[in-house]
């Protein structure tokens, strides 16, 4: 199955910076990328996702970057408030039409 | 967005014993729902993927006769956990994908805490 890393684990930036995480997939057949946000005992919630022709993607203070052929993308927040303090999941969906998630990015936006 | 409900949202059970949960999609069609299982601060680990009219296809190292999936429906997914033990405690959460679609998000249950004593 698709194998896919995330990093870092943990984040910590100060209100108003930009954050920055990076996924890697291992399956080349992969074509969905969605990130999801997770806070404290809540669902998993889809913030952005890119599709493989497409190489970025913005929504207001969330963009994602997909390079297909080194197979990594990237989740950027920029202008970060408290309420962005959650846990961000990348992952990766195959032919298969499975979702394989990343590790999970701890994020903390301190005041 | 569409909405994929679980039920229960909490259960204790004693050891042995069985529980079901169930994963359904209120408003949209879903021929393919996953199943998956997240320790405390970690990442959701996908166990299997059940698939209306046939059988689930389960992750490598999950028990198939351990975590049992029906997919009875194009609205209706779920997953028992036989024989309890307090090993099993853990966070279960069922998303599913509208049929028919590919490349879309998967919306998500609220999730299921399992706690066996």
């Known amino acids: 199955g698709e194998n896919v890393e995330q990093h870092p684990s943990t984040l910590s930036v100060q209100e108003g910076d930009s954050a920055v995480i990076k996924c890697t997939y291992s399956d080349s057949a992969s074509n969905y990328f969605p990130w999801y946000k997770q806070e404290l005992g809540k669902r998993p919630q889809l913030i952005i996702d890119i599709r493989s022709n497409v190489g970025e993607k913005k929504d207001q203070r969330i963009a994602v970057t997909l390079n297909k052929t080194a197979k990594h993308f990237s989740l950027h927040i920029t202008e970060t408030q408290p309420e962005d303090s959650a846990v961000y999941f990348c992952?990766?969906?195959?032919?298969?039409?499975?979702?394989?998630f990343g590790t999970g990015t701890s994020l903390t936006v301190i005041p | 967005g569409a909405v994929v409900s679980q039920h229960p949202s909490r259960v204790i059970c004693k050891s042995g014993t069985s529980v079901k949960i169930e994963c359904r999609s209120l408003?949209?069609?879903?021929?393919?729902m996953f199943w998956y299982r997240q320790f405390p601060k970690k990442s959701l680990m996908l166990m299997a993927t059940s698939n209306e009219g046939s059988k689930a296809t389960y992750e490598q190292g999950v028990e198939k006769d351990k975590f049992l999936i029906n997919h009875a429906s194009l609205t209706l997914s779920t997953l028992t956990v036989t024989s309890a033990h307090p090993e099993d405690s853990s966070f279960y959460i069922c998303?599913?994908?509208?049929?028919?679609?590919?490349?879309?998000?998967?919306?998500f249950g609220q999730g299921t805490r399992l706690t066996v004593v």
């Open positions: 998303s599913a994908r509208a049929s028919g679609i590919m490349n879309t998000e998967a919306f």
């Open positions: 992952a990766a969906s195959s032919a298969g039409n499975q979702f394989y």
């Open positions: 408003d949209f069609q879903a021929t393919t």
